[in-house]
Structures are given as C-alpha cells and as structure tokens.
C-alpha cells in the first residue's frame, strides 16, 4: 500500500493510527500538561516560527511578573537601620549651627521701627466728679483731677482735688509739678502746691513719689513744706477690682497730717483728715463710665476741736454719683 504522504487519506489514516497508540500530537514532541508553576519563572523567549512547528505563529501568555519582596522594617515592624551610614561611622549632627545668613533670615529689617522714649505725649484724666446732698449744707459737688504731658522719663504733672458745698469752695488745691522717673513703674516728683478756699489761700513746695506698689496698688506719697513753716504729709491708695471687663470697683483711701495748728485754715496739728470710698462704675466706653459709691470721712485731733467750734460734724457718710472721663 503506497503510504505517501501527498495523499490526503493516506496522511489522515496515519494520523488515526498514531492517535490510537497514544503518540503525541506534535511531530516526535510531548506535551507536558503539568499544572506546577516554577518559583521564579524566566521571562519568555521570543522563537522563529517554522513550519515544522504546529503552535507557530500562536501568542503564549506572558509570565506573571517577579514580586519584589515586602521591608516590614521600613513599615515599623522591626528597628529602622540608617542604610545610608556603616555602623562604624560618627554620629549625625541633628542640628546645624546656626549661621549670619540663619539670623539674617529669621531677624529682617523692618523698616526702621520709631523709638517712642523721646516723643511728646500727654494724658489727661478727670478721675472723680460727682455729686450728693449734703442735707443741711445744701448740694456738694466734689472733683479729682491729673494730668501730664511730657516723655517716657520726663513730665509736666498736674493734680486738683476740691469740694463745694452750696456753690462755696470749702477746701480746693492745685498743685504743679516735675516728675522724673527713678524706676520701672515710679516717678519722683517736685513741685509747688496752692491751696484756696475757705479762710486765706496758701503756697507750700511740694516734694514726692507716685507709682504701682505690688499687687496693683496705686500710690501717692507727697510732703509739703508752707510759707509760715508749716510741714504737711498727704497719702493717698487706690485700688481697683475688676469684677467684670466693664463693672470695675474702685477703693480708695487718703489721710492728711500737719505739724502746726492754723486756726484760719480750720487746720489742727497731727493727723488731721481721714477719708475712705468705694465707687463703682460702668465703662460703656473706655473713656466714659459714670459711677456711684459711697464715701466716709472723719476729722482728728485739733481739725475736729475746730469744726466743733463752728457746729460743724466732724464725721459724715454720704452716696455719691458722678463721672469718670479720660483723653
């Protein structure tokens, strides 16, 4: 029988029989139907196709690509070692020095910033004017006033304080002053005082200090020497609570003292006057807050002999309502 392959049904029944005998499909080839992938397979080789070949010209699927291995070290599962620097080499420096260009940059210039120690300033504050009713006496209407006007170091002071009683001036001063600061929060003061009222007015030289004492205490301490040699003490301590941004109580306390007896003035030696008040006032601004309070005042040794002479009381309480205004 002629088995030539150029005969199709001679090359079909020789295919038949192979494939009953369990030959390969592929020509002297076996098929390896394994299902195990190797551990690192190789990239595909790229192969001519022939015509010898019965998978020629078909695309194989690529192989899966490598997976780089996970650093459980660099996600904080184990201690992080510098890579960068053997174990033997010198500690990093963390910080830097710092440099002129560091302090350049963190400094600049900003423009020439003014100097306010030497500039001219002023502040003027009328600290009481309030009112009462003084019964038998009639209407009282009483003021406390300060002002300056200089630098940081150097001021002109201005100070008044006063009462009237039935549209008559009962006791009322002006006093002028140099003030010199010696220290953070006090200034040295010198100056002249002249007191007006009742009986014949006065000039006394006038000498002192007023600052913040600790624990906010505001404090005036002033010592006059007058033209007859009469030499005076006056002390005066505020102090103010805030019992809220607006509401704010001001306490305040003065005494005034003499070395010689003026019968004129109404004036005894030692202490003579004694005074102490609470107000309380609402800042709606700043610079304006009206008030009321309540004030008690007392007369010593010969001031109060000399009151009692004219029938008048040598103690008195009285509620006030006035202003407090500032510029």
């Not at 079909?12 to 076996?30: C, D, T």
């Not at 002249?194 to 010592?223: I, K, N, R």
């Amino acid at each position: 029988m002629n088995l030539s392959t150029h005969d199709p049904r001679t090359a079909l029944m020789a295919a038949a029989v192979l494939l009953s005998l369990g030959a390969a499909p592929a020509w002297g080839q076996e098929v390896d139907h394994s299902m195990h992938h190797p551990v690192e397979p190789a990239a595909p080789v790229q192969e001519t196709p022939t015509t010898e070949d019965p998978h020629a010209g078909h695309h194989m699927p690529a192989a899966a690509p490598q997976v780089e291995p996970i650093d459980h070290a660099a996600m904080g599962h184990g201690a992080i070692v510098d890579k960068d620097l053997p174990a033997t080499a010198a500690p990093r420096e963390p910080i830097p020095p710092v440099t002129p260009g560091d302090r350049a940059a963190a400094f600049p210039d900003v423009g020439g910033h003014a100097v306010h120690d030497m500039a001219i300033h002023s502040y003027w504050l009328l600290d009481r004017l309030e009112t009462w009713d003084g019964d038998e006496k009639g209407t009282g209407v009483g003021w406390e006033a300060l002002a300056w006007v200089g630098t940081d170091l150097d001021r002109v002071w201005l100070r008044s304080e006063g009462e009237r009683v039935d549209g008559a001036n009962e006791s009322a001063d002006v006093e002028v002053l140099y003030g010199r600061a010696i220290a953070r929060w006090w200034d040295l003061v010198a100056g002249v005082r002249h007191d007006f009222g009742e009986g014949p007015s006065q000039t006394f030289a006038a000498f002192g200090v007023m600052g913040l004492a600790p624990y906010m205490f505001e404090v005036d301490a002033t010592a006059y020497l007058g033209e007859s040699g009469q030499a005076g003490l006056a002390l005066e301590a505020e102090y103010e609570t805030l019992f809220t941004n607006r509401l704010i109580g001001q306490w305040l306390v003065e005494a005034e003292a003499w070395s010689q007896d003026d019968p004129e003035r109404g004036i005894g030696d030692g202490l003579s006057t004694l005074e102490a008040g609470f107000r309380l006032r609402y800042e709606f601004h700043r610079q304006f807050a009206p008030y009321i309070g309540v004030v008690w005042e007392r007369a010593y040794g010969g001031t109060a002999d000399y009151r009692r002479e004219q029938l008048d009381d040598i103690e008195d309480a009285r509620v006030v309502a006035g202003v407090r205004i500032w510029f």
